[in-house]
Protein backbone atom coordinates (compact mmCIF):
# COMPACT_ATOMS: atom_id res chain seq x y z
CA UNK A 1 0.00 0.00 0.00
CA UNK A 2 1.57 3.16 -1.26
CA UNK A 3 2.20 6.28 0.88
CA UNK A 4 -0.01 8.31 -2.02
CA UNK A 5 -2.99 5.69 -1.98
CA UNK A 6 -2.86 5.57 1.88
CA UNK A 7 -3.53 9.36 1.55
CA UNK A 8 -6.10 9.70 -0.87
CA UNK A 9 -7.76 6.74 1.29
CA UNK A 10 -8.18 9.03 4.29
CA UNK A 11 -8.58 11.88 2.67
CA UNK A 12 -11.42 9.75 1.32
CA UNK A 13 -9.45 9.44 3.47
CA UNK A 14 -10.84 21.08 4.50
CA UNK A 15 -14.54 35.71 -2.87
CA UNK A 16 -17.74 35.88 -4.68
CA UNK A 17 -20.46 36.95 -2.49
CA UNK A 18 -20.76 34.25 0.26
CA UNK A 19 -24.67 32.78 0.49
CA UNK A 20 -26.29 32.12 3.89
CA UNK A 21 -26.10 28.87 5.26
CA UNK A 22 -28.14 27.25 8.40
CA UNK A 23 -24.98 26.62 11.51
CA UNK A 24 -23.69 23.44 12.11
CA UNK A 25 -21.95 24.34 15.31
CA UNK A 26 -19.19 21.85 15.60
CA UNK A 27 -19.17 18.32 14.53
CA UNK A 28 -16.52 15.76 15.67
CA UNK A 29 -16.42 12.81 13.78
CA UNK A 30 -14.10 9.60 14.86
CA UNK A 31 -13.45 7.36 12.37
CA UNK A 32 -12.11 3.34 12.50
CA UNK A 33 -9.79 2.44 9.88
CA UNK A 34 -8.90 -0.81 8.46
CA UNK A 35 -6.30 -2.40 5.53
CA UNK A 36 -7.80 -5.99 4.84
CA UNK A 37 -9.67 -6.03 7.71
CA UNK A 38 -7.36 -5.31 10.08
CA UNK A 39 -7.32 -2.28 12.22
CA UNK A 40 -5.11 0.12 11.25
CA UNK A 41 -5.44 3.71 12.19
CA UNK A 42 -7.93 6.30 13.56
CA UNK A 43 -8.86 9.39 12.54
CA UNK A 44 -10.54 12.04 14.16
CA UNK A 45 -11.87 15.55 12.42
CA UNK A 46 -14.17 18.21 13.32
CA UNK A 47 -15.74 20.56 11.60
CA UNK A 48 -17.48 23.75 12.20
CA UNK A 49 -19.38 25.94 10.19
CA UNK A 50 -20.98 29.22 10.82
CA UNK A 51 -22.74 30.91 8.44
CA UNK A 52 -20.47 31.44 5.20
CA UNK A 53 -17.45 30.58 7.46
CA UNK A 54 -16.12 27.02 7.72
CA UNK A 55 -13.11 25.01 9.37
CA UNK A 56 -12.10 21.41 9.39
CA UNK A 57 -9.23 20.08 11.98
CA UNK A 58 -8.32 17.10 12.57
CA UNK A 59 -5.61 14.03 13.43
CA UNK A 60 -4.81 10.43 12.24
CA UNK A 61 -2.65 7.94 13.88
CA UNK A 62 -1.98 4.25 12.98
CA UNK A 63 -1.56 1.53 15.29
CA UNK A 64 1.79 1.00 16.07
CA UNK A 65 1.55 -2.58 16.27
CA UNK A 66 0.82 -3.02 12.86
CA UNK A 67 2.89 -3.70 10.13
CA UNK A 68 1.25 -3.43 7.03
CA UNK A 69 1.37 0.47 7.05
CA UNK A 70 4.17 2.39 8.71
CA UNK A 71 3.96 4.49 12.12
CA UNK A 72 2.39 7.09 11.03
CA UNK A 73 1.17 10.58 13.02
CA UNK A 74 -0.50 13.28 11.67
CA UNK A 75 -2.18 16.88 12.16
CA UNK A 76 -4.30 19.44 9.77
CA UNK A 77 -6.43 21.85 9.58
CA UNK A 78 -7.85 23.91 6.85
CA UNK A 79 -10.31 27.02 6.75
CA UNK A 80 -12.29 28.95 4.20
CA UNK A 81 -15.78 30.04 2.20
CA UNK A 82 -18.49 28.14 1.44
CA UNK A 83 -19.49 29.73 -2.21
CA UNK A 84 -22.78 27.99 -3.15
CA UNK A 85 -21.92 23.96 -3.67
CA UNK A 86 -17.91 24.84 -3.99
CA UNK A 87 -15.90 25.99 -1.40
CA UNK A 88 -13.28 28.61 -1.80
CA UNK A 89 -10.15 27.94 1.16
CA UNK A 90 -7.88 30.30 2.64
CA UNK A 91 -5.61 28.61 4.44
CA UNK A 92 -4.28 24.38 4.99
CA UNK A 93 -1.68 23.09 6.90
CA UNK A 94 -0.89 19.56 7.70
CA UNK A 95 2.00 18.37 9.42
CA UNK A 96 2.86 14.23 10.02
CA UNK A 97 6.04 12.04 11.17
CA UNK A 98 6.67 9.14 9.93
CA UNK A 99 9.26 6.90 11.38
CA UNK A 100 12.30 9.08 10.92
CA UNK A 101 10.94 10.91 8.54
CA UNK A 102 9.00 14.27 8.98
CA UNK A 103 7.18 16.82 6.82
CA UNK A 104 5.25 19.80 6.57
CA UNK A 105 2.69 21.36 4.03
CA UNK A 106 1.35 25.09 4.52
CA UNK A 107 -0.61 26.52 1.65
CA UNK A 108 -2.17 30.05 1.32
CA UNK A 109 -4.99 30.75 -0.62
CA UNK A 110 -6.80 33.80 -2.70
CA UNK A 111 -9.86 33.47 -4.85
CA UNK A 112 -9.55 29.96 -4.63
CA UNK A 113 -5.42 29.77 -5.77
CA UNK A 114 -2.76 29.13 -4.37
CA UNK A 115 -0.47 32.06 -3.50
CA UNK A 116 1.87 30.92 -1.24
CA UNK A 117 3.22 27.56 -0.24
CA UNK A 118 5.64 25.20 2.11
CA UNK A 119 6.24 21.69 1.17
CA UNK A 120 8.85 19.64 3.24
CA UNK A 121 10.85 17.71 2.67
CA UNK A 122 10.93 19.02 -0.84
CA UNK A 123 11.00 16.08 -3.43
CA UNK A 124 12.94 16.15 -6.49
CA UNK A 125 11.63 15.80 -10.19
CA UNK A 126 11.89 12.37 -11.65
CA UNK A 127 12.46 11.18 -14.80
CA UNK A 128 8.84 10.91 -16.58
CA UNK A 129 6.93 12.78 -13.87
CA UNK A 130 4.19 15.37 -15.53
CA UNK A 131 5.70 18.84 -14.73
CA UNK A 132 3.60 21.36 -11.86
CA UNK A 133 3.41 24.27 -13.51
CA UNK A 134 1.95 27.66 -11.90
CA UNK A 135 -1.68 26.86 -13.56
CA UNK A 136 -1.72 23.62 -11.72
CA UNK A 137 -2.20 26.01 -8.51
CA UNK A 138 -5.25 27.94 -9.47
CA UNK A 139 -8.98 26.63 -8.80
CA UNK A 140 -7.72 24.07 -6.39
CA UNK A 141 -8.58 22.77 -3.19
CA UNK A 142 -6.35 21.31 -0.89
CA UNK A 143 -7.15 18.11 0.59
CA UNK A 144 -8.59 18.43 3.85
CA UNK A 145 -11.40 20.58 2.10
CA UNK A 146 -12.33 17.66 0.28
CA UNK A 147 -13.69 16.38 2.97
CA UNK A 148 -17.06 18.74 3.21
CA UNK A 149 -19.55 18.89 -0.04
CA UNK A 150 -21.64 22.03 0.52
CA UNK A 151 -24.97 22.19 -1.79
CA UNK A 152 -27.44 25.27 -1.69
CA UNK A 153 -30.56 25.13 0.63
CA UNK A 154 -32.84 23.64 -1.91
CA UNK A 155 -30.73 20.40 -2.40
CA UNK A 156 -30.41 19.18 1.14
CA UNK A 157 -31.32 15.95 1.17
CA UNK A 158 -30.73 15.33 -2.53
CA UNK A 159 -28.39 12.99 -2.99
CA UNK A 160 -27.18 13.57 -6.89
CA UNK A 161 -26.66 17.35 -5.61
CA UNK A 162 -24.76 16.15 -2.68
CA UNK A 163 -22.19 13.65 -5.14
CA UNK A 164 -22.05 14.66 -8.54
CA UNK A 165 -19.20 17.09 -8.59
CA UNK A 166 -15.56 16.99 -9.25
CA UNK A 167 -13.03 17.94 -6.66
CA UNK A 168 -9.51 19.77 -7.74
CA UNK A 169 -7.24 18.43 -5.33
CA UNK A 170 -3.59 19.85 -4.58
CA UNK A 171 -1.40 18.06 -2.10
CA UNK A 172 1.96 20.34 -2.49
CA UNK A 173 3.69 17.89 -4.69
CA UNK A 174 0.56 16.81 -7.17
CA UNK A 175 -2.91 18.10 -8.21
CA UNK A 176 -5.15 15.44 -9.15
CA UNK A 177 -9.10 15.56 -9.55
CA UNK A 178 -11.42 13.25 -7.47
CA UNK A 179 -14.91 12.67 -9.79
CA UNK A 180 -17.63 11.72 -7.42
CA UNK A 181 -20.97 10.20 -8.42
CA UNK A 182 -23.81 9.20 -6.90
CA UNK A 183 -24.34 5.31 -6.37
CA UNK A 184 -26.90 5.09 -3.25
CA UNK A 185 -28.59 6.50 -0.43
CA UNK A 186 -29.25 4.78 2.86
CA UNK A 187 -29.29 5.52 6.72
CA UNK A 188 -26.34 5.22 8.87
CA UNK A 189 -25.42 4.87 12.68
CA UNK A 190 -22.57 6.00 15.04
CA UNK A 191 -22.46 7.23 18.38
CA UNK A 192 -24.24 11.35 17.92
CA UNK A 193 -26.42 10.26 14.47
CA UNK A 194 -28.99 8.03 12.97
CA UNK A 195 -29.94 9.45 9.89
CA UNK A 196 -29.94 9.39 5.98
CA UNK A 197 -26.28 9.58 4.42
CA UNK A 198 -25.38 9.10 0.52
CA UNK A 199 -22.79 6.96 -1.03
CA UNK A 200 -20.64 8.81 -3.77
CA UNK A 201 -18.86 6.47 -6.09
CA UNK A 202 -14.57 8.29 -6.56
CA UNK A 203 -12.78 8.04 -9.56
CA UNK A 204 -9.00 9.41 -9.70
CA UNK A 205 -7.55 11.89 -12.25
CA UNK A 206 -3.79 12.70 -12.11
CA UNK A 207 -3.02 16.04 -13.94
CA UNK A 208 0.52 16.66 -12.51
CA UNK A 209 3.42 15.67 -10.20
CA UNK A 210 2.55 11.87 -11.16
CA UNK A 211 4.35 9.31 -13.31
CA UNK A 212 2.18 8.03 -15.61
CA UNK A 213 3.84 5.01 -16.48
CA UNK A 214 4.44 3.89 -12.56
CA UNK A 215 1.71 0.70 -12.35
CA UNK A 216 0.55 2.22 -9.28
CA UNK A 217 -0.98 5.19 -11.14
CA UNK A 218 -2.22 2.70 -13.59
CA UNK A 219 -4.12 1.40 -11.09
CA UNK A 220 -5.82 4.08 -9.43
CA UNK A 221 -6.56 5.65 -12.78
CA UNK A 222 -8.62 2.17 -13.51
CA UNK A 223 -10.11 1.64 -10.06
CA UNK A 224 -13.51 1.34 -10.16
CA UNK A 225 -13.89 0.18 -6.33
CA UNK A 226 -14.09 3.61 -4.43
CA UNK A 227 -16.38 5.47 -2.43
CA UNK A 228 -16.93 7.81 0.06
CA UNK A 229 -20.36 7.94 2.29
CA UNK A 230 -21.18 11.33 3.29
CA UNK A 231 -23.59 12.66 6.03
CA UNK A 232 -25.05 16.21 6.67
CA UNK A 233 -23.26 18.34 9.25
CA UNK A 234 -25.72 19.38 11.85
CA UNK A 235 -28.70 21.27 10.45
CA UNK A 236 -26.17 23.15 7.90
CA UNK A 237 -26.29 22.56 4.02
CA UNK A 238 -22.83 20.96 3.88
CA UNK A 239 -21.97 16.87 4.35
CA UNK A 240 -18.57 15.31 5.87
CA UNK A 241 -17.07 12.23 5.71
CA UNK A 242 -18.59 9.36 6.82
CA UNK A 243 -16.97 6.56 5.89
CA UNK A 244 -14.50 5.65 2.80
CA UNK A 245 -13.67 2.67 0.62
CA UNK A 246 -10.92 2.04 -1.67
CA UNK A 247 -9.21 -0.87 -3.34
CA UNK A 248 -5.30 -0.99 -3.68
CA UNK A 249 -3.33 -2.90 -5.37
CA UNK A 250 -2.53 -5.25 -2.38
CA UNK A 251 -5.94 -4.92 -0.77
CA UNK A 252 -8.91 -2.51 0.56
CA UNK A 253 -8.52 0.08 2.38
CA UNK A 254 -12.25 1.26 4.60
CA UNK A 255 -12.49 3.45 7.03
CA UNK A 256 -16.25 4.36 9.25
CA UNK A 257 -17.46 6.61 11.20
CA UNK A 258 -18.16 5.25 15.24
CA UNK A 259 -19.05 8.53 16.28
CA UNK A 260 -20.25 11.84 14.31
CA UNK A 261 -21.90 14.14 16.60
CA UNK A 262 -22.49 17.88 17.14
CA UNK A 263 -21.74 20.13 20.05
Partial sequence: MSKRTFAISLGLVVLAL???YASAGTVNSKLNVSFMGIGVAQMQNSYAIDGSRYSVSGSVKTNPLISIVSSTKASFRSNGVLNGSSLLP?????????????????????????????VLPKKRFKKGQVPLVPAHLKAVLDPVSALIFPVTQAKVG???????????????????????SYKASHTV??????????????????????????????????????????????????YGLFAFRV???????????TAFHQN
Fill in 158 to 180: DGNSVCNRTVPVYDGNNRLNLKF
Fill in 18 to 20: PLS
Fill in 90 to 118: TQHELTFSQKRKKGRLALLFANGNVTKQE
Fill in 247 to 257: KTRRGVAKGVA
Fill in 189 to 238: RAKGFNGPAFVCSVRYQPIAGHRPERKNTKFMVANRDMEVTMARLGNSNA
